[in-house]
């Protein structure tokens, strides 16, 4: 197995209310220095709630915000040139919201032919023949592609921006939060040709979403990040069954599931912490029934529990 | 196109402003070859001639010229002078203004601060600083109008830049490779032009004015050329004697600006997408009715609705958003409506108490008894005594519907004072009281917050206080929870759910998850492309799906604590709603589908507690 993706210490800090000149009023530490790496071919699922720095990850890692600290890897050779045009061949990303991310004033065809064109230099013929070859792996019919964006159901032009990121022949792809847009019956459809592409062209996939369920079935390892901190990493079929950390075991339990009673896994009135007033030691603590002193002083590191996963917990769950 | 005029033909008052401007463009354009006098000829034996006479249509002014031959020369230097400087403030102003938005920070604030310091000045000061400086002239009054318009430009679009640059195709097309410069030109500009369009539409009038004014103070068109601004200000010292010189530029001054004006006003109408529906009308308070027979209420519950049909009528298209739809929901009890986008469950929702927009909405048919009493095509104030008294809705998104300027205890009082005399401290103390039993910490520090210092999950519980403040007999829940963390989303679930067990109260709760139905609802009705497809106690609907569109929904809908599989994805799409296939509407996506499927209309069928549409039913209802 080869690392297809390598991230040291990468941090994200963000400044509010900074003036024109002097200091910045606060800092916002969207990620905190997270390490992370990720096989060739695998699905690495990322779930967090709103909040928890997972798109930030993601933008960090196409170049679509320069990281505060720390270094990306891809395939071995490091990405520290900050220019989009240089991840854009290596990395790309797949977006949220499928119309929003597709230029209103453009035909398909001419949203399509930029990555070929800006990141491969390919002429005329090259583009149609690229494309037509494209459309086919996303199963979508080459008569789409002069119209326009407004004419397309949202899985469509889901498959669209799919094929967007295809075009510019990347090795991995970041899908963020892909079909949460979409209706249940056309989310199946896209996952499964996700799953399809993956096979045929070889992809490795960070797979971001806030659905426990989705994340779960198309996975083969999931990440669980709260808070901007990377809480636990395991395997995608025993994180949600054997937790380590509280807060994953929290997640699973709230998650409504056909044929569990409805219970609310905690108490009512708990909220996040405050980004700009961020509480010392673990941010979990809070909510944590069992927190210590050690919790909310010092924060825990991520470390080995069990065979393959790991949980930044002072005080684990046992199996 | 033709949507855009036929939109602006509609708006009789544009159509006229655009026939006078189109009229005074055409004599402007066609000025050099109408066999007129020459304009800057002077004859003092005919000074002040009236107008009418012979020789002279419009008269002379004091210096005998033909006022005619002055005028259209005159409107023709002032529409183009007019004219360039709208067109050189709309091209500087956007340029620094999509700059300032697409780069932001440092470089947006600096600019925006320069801009700042323009507007700061008078503009007719500035414009006559500038011509000072520049000395007087028709083109350096040209600059000084366009430079005053700049900062106007630079702020609206601006505005609209910032808002697309966030947008996610413009992190696409940097990801595909595309530059700045590129961006800009390619991404940005392509869908900023519309406001500029509407932006120069609306200000061009002024331009016009702004010109004739700096010509009315000497400072533009140097004598003795004309242009409608030195006419006025010539003619001033005659304005007693012969006042005919000072109206005839006037009232050409006049007729252009209204007619500019007025059509600018038609062009921004018809380019807004909010008024592209083809309503140029604000939607009325309550849903229209148009419907021929009222169906008699049958069986029991709270709420019963009979075969409600809700159409939506644009243009020559008629959009059966729901389709004979029969509920009824008892006090205490939870009917989940479950369905995909455009399934018709939220119109059902918003019918019941008219409050699907009209136009386009019409009620077609059915009826909605609340107690016995139909709430469709009742009394406006009958309607809105009942809204959020005795029948509260709570919506998806609460940042959308909590007012932002108002503090939510003041929004909350407000909402128990509209149905009851109470004092407003007794409704401050309720509405504390409200906010402690959706479990709000600190309820009466959190009274005097605003909905933006308020969490997600914070500010949908003060949605559902708001939706409790009149001890309703029904909430109507569209999709509460979708837009909420899954931690927050069994928050709030449980709340609801504790909430109707303690209060007997109704729900009916729309939603498109399984889960949360399963979780929460005693019976669930499915629904497909307008119509119930399937009716039945939640668990049996969900342990033995009836119909196929059921079965298959439930199995495209991943699980957690089945690991990774993969999904059956249905394949196809919901059909349009304007144009329904005859019979079962699922036919084209099912895999058990024959002919008779297609042939007609297909009935509910019941059998005890369960309902299905299918001729062919995964399971034989007992």
């Given at each position: 197995?080869?690392?297809?993706?390598?991230?040291?210490?990468?941090?994200?800090?963000?400044?509010?209310?900074?003036?024109?000149?002097?200091?910045?009023?606060?800092?916002?530490?969207?990620?905190?220095?997270?390490?992370?790496?990720?096989?060739?071919?695998?699905?690495?699922?990322?779930?967090?709630?709103?909040?928890?720095?997972?798109?930030?990850?993601?933008?960090?890692?196409?170049?679509?915000?320069?990281?505060?600290?720390?270094?990306?890897?891809?395939?071995?050779?490091?990405?520290?040139?900050?220019?989009?045009?240089?991840?854009?061949?290596?990395?790309?990303?797949?977006?949220?919201?499928?119309?929003?991310?597709?230029?209103?004033?453009?035909?398909?065809?001419?949203?399509?032919?930029?990555?070929?064109?800006?990141?491969?230099?390919?002429?005329?013929?090259?583009?149609?023949?690229?494309?037509?070859?494209?459309?086919?792996?996303?199963?979508?019919?080459?008569?789409?592609?002069?119209?326009?964006?407004?004419?397309?159901?949202?899985?469509?032009?889901?498959?669209?921006?799919?094929?967007?990121?295809?075009?510019?022949?990347?090795?991995?792809?970041?899908?963020?939060?892909?079909?949460?847009?979409?209706?249940?019956?056309?989310?199946?459809?896209?996952?499964?040709?996700?799953?399809?592409?993956?096979?045929?062209?070889?992809?490795?996939?960070?797979?971001?979403?806030?659905?426990?369920?989705?994340?779960?079935?198309?996975?083969?390892?999931?990440?669980?990040?709260?808070?901007?901190?990377?809480?636990?990493?395991?395997?995608?079929?025993?994180?949600?069954?054997?937790?380590?950390?509280?807060?994953?075991?929290?997640?699973?339990?709230?998650?409504?599931?056909?044929?569990?009673?409805?219970?609310?896994?905690?108490?009512?009135?708990?909220?996040?912490?405050?980004?700009?007033?961020?509480?010392?030691?673990?941010?979990?603590?809070?909510?944590?029934?069992?927190?210590?002193?050690?919790?909310?002083?010092?924060?825990?590191?991520?470390?080995?529990?069990?065979?393959?996963?790991?949980?930044?917990?002072?005080?684990?769950?046992?199996? | 196109m033709t949507r855009f005029l036929k939109l602006l033909i509609r708006n009789r008052l544009a159509a006229l402003g655009g026939a006078v401007i189109l009229a005074v463009v055409v004599l402007a354009l066609i000025t050099p070859l109408l066999p007129l006098q020459a304009p800057n000829v002077t004859n003092t034996a005919d000074r002040f001639i009236r107008p009418f006479s012979p020789g002279h249509l419009l008269g002379t002014d004091h210096l005998g010229r033909d006022l005619l031959s002055r005028l259209l020369w005159g409107t023709r230097l002032s529409l183009a002078v007019g004219a360039s400087a709208a067109v050189i403030a709309a091209v500087i102003g956007a340029a620094v203004g999509i700059?300032?938005?697409?780069?932001?920070?440092?470089?947006?604030?600096?600019?925006?601060?320069?801009v700042?310091m323009l507007m700061a000045f008078p503009y007719i000061l500035l414009a006559l600083a500038i011509v000072a400086a520049l000395g007087p002239g028709l083109m350096n009054a040209l600059i000084a109008v366009a430079a005053v318009n700049v900062p106007f430009f630079a702020r609206n679009i601006r505005g609209i830049?910032?808002?697309?640059?966030?947008?996610?195709?413009?992190?696409?097309?940097?990801?595909?490779?595309?530059?700045?410069?590129?961006?800009?030109?390619?991404?940005?500009l392509?869908?900023v032009v519309p406001v500029i369009v509407i932006a120069m539409s609306t200000t061009i009038g002024w331009m016009i004015l702004e010109t004739a004014g700096l010509s009315f103070l000497g400072l533009g068109s140097q004598p003795p050329q004309a242009d409608l601004g030195s006419m006025l200000g010539e003619a001033r010292a005659a304005l007693i004697a012969a006042p005919h010189t000072s109206v005839v530029p006037g009232a050409m001054i006049l007729a252009i600006v209204m007619g500019i004006n007025l059509l600018g006003d038609g062009v921004r109408d018809a380019l807004d997408p909010r008024l592209r529906?083809?309503?140029l009308t604000?939607?009325?308070?309550?849903?229209?009715?148009?419907?021929?027979?009222?169906?008699?209420?049958?069986?029991?519950?709270?709420?019963?609705?009979?075969?409600?049909?809700?159409?939506?009528?644009?243009?020559?298209?008629?959009?059966?958003?729901?389709?004979?739809?029969?509920?009824?929901?008892?006090?205490?009890?939870?009917?989940?409506?479950?369905?995909?986008?455009?399934?018709?469950?939220?119109?059902?929702?918003?019918?019941?108490?008219?409050?699907?927009?009209?136009?386009?909405?019409?009620?077609?048919?059915?009826?909605?008894?609340?107690?016995?009493?139909?709430?469709?095509?009742?009394?406006?104030?009958?309607?809105?005594?009942?809204?959020?008294?005795?029948?509260?809705?709570?919506?998806?998104?609460?940042?959308?519907?909590?007012?932002?300027?108002?503090?939510?205890?003041?929004?909350?009082?407000?909402?128990?004072?509209?149905?009851?005399?109470?004092?407003?401290?007794?409704?401050?103390?309720?509405?504390?009281?409200?906010?402690?039993?959706?479990?709000?910490?600190?309820?009466?520090?959190?009274?005097?917050?605003?909905?933006?210092?308020?969490?997600?999950?914070?500010?949908?519980?003060?949605?559902?206080?708001?939706?409790?403040?009149?001890?309703?007999?029904?909430?109507?829940?569209?999709?509460?929870?979708?837009?909420?963390?899954?931690?927050?989303?069994?928050?709030?679930?449980?709340?609801?759910?504790?909430?109707?067990?303690?209060?007997?109260?109704?729900?009916?709760?729309?939603?498109?998850?399984?889960?949360?139905?399963?979780?929460?609802?005693?019976?669930?009705?499915?629904?497909?492309?307008?119509?119930?497809?399937?009716?039945?106690?939640?668990?049996?609907?969900?342990?033995?799906?009836?119909?196929?569109?059921?079965?298959?929904?439930?199995?495209?809908?991943?699980?957690?604590?089945?690991?990774?599989?993969?999904?059956?994805?249905?394949?196809?799409?919901?059909?349009?709603?304007?144009?329904?296939?005859?019979?079962?509407?699922?036919?084209?996506?099912?895999?058990?589908?024959?002919?008779?499927?297609?042939?007609?209309?297909?009935?509910?069928?019941?059998?005890?507690?369960?309902?299905?549409?299918?001729?062919?039913?995964?399971?034989?209802?007992?």
């Amino acid at each position: 197995m080869t690392l297809a993706l390598r991230l040291d210490n990468l941090s994200k800090t963000f400044t509010v209310g900074k003036p024109l000149f002097g200091k910045p009023k606060a800092l916002v530490r969207a990620v905190r220095p997270m390490d992370l790496e990720v096989q060739t071919g695998e699905t690495l699922g990322i779930v967090g709630e709103s909040g928890c720095g997972k798109s930030t990850l993601a933008r960090m890692l196409v170049g679509l915000i320069p990281p505060s600290t720390g270094s990306i890897e891809i395939d071995g050779a490091a990405l520290d040139n900050a220019d989009p045009a240089v991840f854009g061949r290596r990395i790309q990303y797949v977006f949220q919201d499928p119309i929003s991310s597709l230029n209103p004033r453009k035909t398909i065809r001419q949203i399509i032919e930029v990555p070929l064109k800006r990141l491969h230099g390919m002429d005329r013929a090259a583009r149609a023949a690229r494309i037509s070859e494209i459309f086919a792996a996303v199963n979508l019919r080459e008569e789409f592609l002069d119209r326009y964006p407004h004419e397309f159901s949202g899985g469509q032009a889901q498959r669209i921006g799919i094929a967007r990121a295809l075009a510019a022949n990347a090795s991995i792809l970041i899908l963020d939060e892909p079909v949460s847009a979409l209706d249940v019956s056309v989310q199946a459809q896209v996952l499964n040709l996700l799953a399809d592409l993956k096979a045929e062209f070889g992809l490795t996939y960070l797979f971001i979403t806030h659905d426990l369920a989705v994340v779960e079935a198309v996975s083969d390892r999931i990440a669980v990040l709260y808070f901007g901190t990377l809480v636990e990493l395991g395997r995608a079929e025993r994180i949600f069954n054997a937790p380590k950390h509280p807060y994953t075991r929290l997640l699973a339990g709230s998650a409504p599931v056909v044929g569990r009673p409805l219970t609310a896994p905690e108490g009512r009135e708990t909220e996040l912490p405050d980004p700009l007033n961020p509480p010392p030691g673990c941010a979990f603590a809070a909510r944590c029934s069992r927190a210590t002193d050690l919790c909310r002083t010092q924060e825990p590191r991520l470390t080995r529990q069990g065979e393959d996963q790991f949980a930044a917990c002072h005080h684990p769950l046992e199996p | 196109m033709t949507r855009f005029l036929k939109l602006l033909i509609r708006n009789r008052l544009a159509a006229l402003g655009g026939a006078v401007i189109l009229a005074v463009v055409v004599l402007a354009l066609i000025t050099p070859l109408l066999p007129l006098q020459a304009p800057n000829v002077t004859n003092t034996a005919d000074r002040f001639i009236r107008p009418f006479s012979p020789g002279h249509l419009l008269g002379t002014d004091h210096l005998g010229r033909d006022l005619l031959s002055r005028l259209l020369w005159g409107t023709r230097l002032s529409l183009a002078v007019g004219a360039s400087a709208a067109v050189i403030a709309a091209v500087i102003g956007a340029a620094v203004g999509i700059v300032a938005g697409y780069f932001g920070g440092r470089i947006d604030n600096v600019i925006m601060r320069l801009v700042d310091m323009l507007m700061a000045f008078p503009y007719i000061l500035l414009a006559l600083a500038i011509v000072a400086a520049l000395g007087p002239g028709l083109m350096n009054a040209l600059i000084a109008v366009a430079a005053v318009n700049v900062p106007f430009f630079a702020r609206n679009i601006r505005g609209i830049t910032v808002g697309i640059a966030g947008r996610e195709f413009v992190d696409a097309a940097r990801l595909a490779g595309m530059g700045h410069g590129r961006i800009i030109l390619f991404e940005i500009l392509p869908n900023v032009v519309p406001v500029i369009v509407i932006a120069m539409s609306t200000t061009i009038g002024w331009m016009i004015l702004e010109t004739a004014g700096l010509s009315f103070l000497g400072l533009g068109s140097q004598p003795p050329q004309a242009d409608l601004g030195s006419m006025l200000g010539e003619a001033r010292a005659a304005l007693i004697a012969a006042p005919h010189t000072s109206v005839v530029p006037g009232a050409m001054i006049l007729a252009i600006v209204m007619g500019i004006n007025l059509l600018g006003d038609g062009v921004r109408d018809a380019l807004d997408p909010r008024l592209r529906s083809g309503a140029l009308t604000r939607p009325m308070p309550a849903t229209s009715v148009r419907r021929e027979t009222v169906p008699a209420p049958q069986g029991g519950g709270v709420l019963q609705l009979a075969d409600l049909e809700t159409r939506f009528e644009i243009g020559p298209r008629i959009y059966r958003a729901v389709n004979k739809v029969s509920l009824e929901v008892a006090p205490g009890e939870c009917l989940g409506i479950i369905g995909e986008s455009g399934s018709g469950k939220s119109v059902t929702a918003l019918s019941i108490m008219g409050l699907v927009a009209s136009p386009p909405g019409v009620i077609t048919g059915g009826a909605a008894y609340y107690r016995g009493d139909d709430l469709i095509g009742a009394p406006y104030r009958r309607l809105r005594s009942l809204r959020g008294d005795r029948i509260a809705y709570i919506f998806q998104d609460p940042q959308a519907t909590l007012h932002p300027l108002y503090r939510v205890g003041d929004q909350l009082a407000e909402a128990i004072r509209v149905h009851h005399s109470i004092s407003r401290a007794e409704a401050e103390d309720r509405a504390i009281d409200l906010l402690t039993a959706v479990r709000i910490p600190n309820a009466e520090s959190r009274a005097r917050a605003y909905p933006h210092e308020l969490s997600g999950g914070m500010r949908q519980r003060v949605g559902i206080a708001m939706a409790m403040a009149n001890d309703p007999d029904i909430i109507i829940a569209d999709e509460p929870t979708t837009a909420l963390d899954v931690t927050v989303q069994a928050q709030i679930l449980s709340l609801l759910d504790d909430l109707r067990r303690e209060r007997g109260l109704a729900i009916i709760f729309i939603t498109h998850d399984f889960g949360v139905v399963a979780q929460l609802c005693d019976r669930v009705a499915v629904m497909y492309a307008g119509r119930i497809v399937e009716e039945g106690p939640t668990g049996t609907v969900l342990d033995a799906p009836a119909h196929p569109y059921t079965r298959r929904l439930i199995a495209c809908v991943p699980e957690l604590g089945q690991g990774r599989r993969r999904l059956e994805a249905i394949p196809g799409l919901p059909p349009a709603v304007d144009r329904l296939p005859a019979g079962c509407a699922f036919a084209p996506r099912c895999d058990k589908a024959r002919d008779a499927c297609t042939a007609g209309d297909i009935a509910l069928e019941r059998a005890g507690a369960r309902a299905v549409r299918c001729l062919f039913p995964e399971e034989t209802l007992t």
